[in-house]
Structures are given as C-alpha cells and as structure tokens.
C-alpha cells in the first residue's frame, strides 16, 4: 500500500498563497487518480479536487474551484495543490488520499 506524506502547511494572511505537496513512496502513484481533501475542526471531512494519472484532467469542488489547482510530477512522485486567494474558511488540515491510502495531514491555518 502505498505511502503518502503531505507537507507545505502553515499561516498565512488571508489573500495569501500556499502550495501544499503530496509525496508518494510506491510509483505506482503515477498510474492513479490523487485527490486531495480536508478537514475543518468539529466538520466532516470534504472533498476538494481531484487530478487523473497524466494530470491530463482535474475536478474540483465548488468551494476551490478557480483558487486552488492540483497538478502532479509522476517522475518525483509528488502531486501539488496550490492554493491561492485563501480565505478564513479554508482553516482546516489538508489531506491526500490514493485508493485506500491516506497521509497524516498538513495544518493549514488563514488567519491575519
């Protein structure tokens, strides 16, 4: 099964910017589909987008659309969510999942 490790989080202004990265131990990551999710505290843990093997194509929740977009390099093994025009309500811990697997999460917190 493979490994996920997120990394990337932390405070930032709101308006502000983060990429978060999703690293993979097995490259088997380069043949399936990555999304990415979170969790606000007390809150159920929500979709927000997900990128096919070729990041050929992308969907993503009405609630990121137009500020976050996730992209993949399948030669490192990494895929990426870069957020962008961030807002309070995008507090949260963020995560990656493959098919069954999960990583720990990452803190993402947008505060001034």
């Known amino acids: 099964q493979v490994q996920l490790v997120e990394s990337g989080g932390g405070l930032v202004q709101p308006g502000g910017s983060l990429r978060l990265s999703c690293t993979a131990s097995?490259?088997?990551?380069?043949?399936?589909?990555m999304a990415w999710y979170r969790q606000a505290p007390g809150q159920q843990r929500e979709w927000l987008a997900t990128i096919t093997p070729t990041g050929a194509y992308t969907n993503y929740a009405d609630s990121v659309k137009d500020r976050f977009t996730a992209s993949r390099d399948n030669d490192k093994n990494i895929d990426y969510l870069q957020m962008s025009s961030l807002k309070a309500e995008d507090t949260a811990d963020y995560y990656c999942k493959q098919t069954t697997s999960w990583g720990q999460g990452t803190q993402v917190t947008v505060s001034s």
């Open positions: 097995d490259s088997s990551f380069g043949t399936l589909n």
